[in-house]
């Protein structure tokens, strides 16, 4: 079965740090990657995908992920973080057949606190 | 952007009653529904797939007659947890796709208390 792992449960950071969350996930397949955002008292939102092609993505507000196939890796990246940033910050692969968006399987998720 | 909205947001009830949680894709048809829970500190867990017009597909270990799931149409799905017991105590959300490589987007989640 799939699965996905986040590393840090819970990270701290000053403005202007950088930040580097990290996601590893089990499967030998093909795979759909995604990373999600949940600032406080929101949705969940898409953060970025990779599907296949350069696999450095870039996303929304500044956030880059790079997927690294023979570590099974697709970690997320931002170099200077924003009080703003401050979210709960989930890892996703696809479970399903169909690839895409169907069948997610997320990881733990990662709270991240951003200090002026 | 797409809005799916949840309702309730927060539900308390008693042990042994049955609690249903709406889910809608406000300004989009969603073939394709999804349910989740998520327990504190844990990740979100899929619970089942919610296709419009048929019977939703379980994910191994979810009792389908506990959590009944019913997609009537392309903008509604509910999720009926039946004779709720404390141990169902969790935060639910749902999430609502096209299908394929469109985006999926999720509900704010439903916090359920059963005392």
């Known amino acids: 079965a799939q699965s996905v792992s986040q590393h840090n449960h819970h990270v701290i950071l000053s403005e202007a740090a950088s930040l580097e969350l990290g996601c590893n996930y089990s499967?030998?397949?093909?795979?759909?990657l995604f990373w999600y955002v949940q600032y406080p008292g929101q949705h969940l939102q898409l953060l970025l995908k990779y599907f296949s092609g350069d696999p450095l993505v870039k996303g929304i507000k500044g956030f880059e992920a790079e997927f690294i196939k023979s570590k099974f890796s697709f970690n997320l990246r931002k170099p200077s973080v924003q009080w703003s940033d401050t979210a709960e910050y989930f890892c996703a692969v696809n479970a399903g057949l169909s690839g895409g968006y169907n069948k997610l399987i997320f990881g733990a998720g990662t709270r991240l606190a951003v200090h002026p | 952007g797409a809005v799916v909205s949840q309702h309730p947001s927060r539900v308390i009830c008693k042990s042994g009653t049955s609690v249903k949680i709406e889910c809608r894709s406000l300004?989009?048809?969603?073939?394709?529904m999804f349910w989740y829970r998520q327990f504190p500190k844990k990740s979100l867990m899929l619970m089942a797939t919610?296709?419009?017009?048929?019977?939703?597909?379980?994910e191994q270990g979810v009792e389908k007659d506990k959590f009944l799931i019913n997609h009537a149409s392309l903008t509604l799905s509910t999720l009926t947890v039946t004779s709720a017991h404390p141990e169902d105590s969790s935060f639910y959300i749902c999430?609502?796709?096209?299908?394929?490589?469109?985006?999926?987007?999720f509900g704010s989640g439903t916090q359920l208390s059963v005392l």
């Open positions: 919610s296709n419009e017009g048929s019977k939703a597909t379980y």
């Open positions: 999430s609502a796709g096209t299908g394929g490589d469109e985006k999926l987007f």
């Open positions: 300004d989009f048809q969603a073939t394709t």
């Open positions: 499967y030998g397949g093909t795979v759909n």
